[in-house]
């Protein structure tokens, strides 16, 4: 099952809403502000994400919305305290996160990757 991690009111998880009801494709929809993702959710995310990106310190930086205002309380501190910063504050991430199952995720809006997604 896929799971769109993100907010209402953020166009990128919209987008990506519309895009997999256009292919028909089921997800489930969790809203950040209501509820945001347990430990073990967050961990296979930053293990998923950091498998492409080479590392869990490069996952995490792609993992960061550098447009977010909170982003300067972030962007100085050092790699364990990102990711635990990032798993306290999850709106700070880059939405949308999608997540299928647990192997599969990704940042942002990434249709060339969502396509191989079932």
Do not use: H
Not at 11 to 27: G, L, S
Not at 28 to 35: G, I, N, R, S, Y
């Amino acid at each position: 099952m896929i799971q769109i991690f993100g907010t209402t009111k953020n166009f990128d998880t919209k987008k990506a809403q519309m895009w997999f009801k256009e292919r028909r494709i089921p997800f489930q929809f969790v809203d950040l502000k209501e509820k945001e993702m347990s430990r073990g959710e967050f961990e296979s995310v930053v293990e998923s994400v950091s498998r492409a990106a080479g590392s869990r310190a490069e996952a995490v930086e792609l993992l960061a919305d550098k447009n977010s205002k909170d982003y300067a309380s972030f962007a100085y501190l050092d790699d364990y305290d990102k990711e635990e910063k990032l798993f306290e504050s999850q709106l700070l991430l880059k939405l949308p996160v999608c997540r299928n199952g647990k192997n599969a995720a990704t940042c942002g809006l990434e249709v060339k990757i969502w396509e191989g997604w079932k």
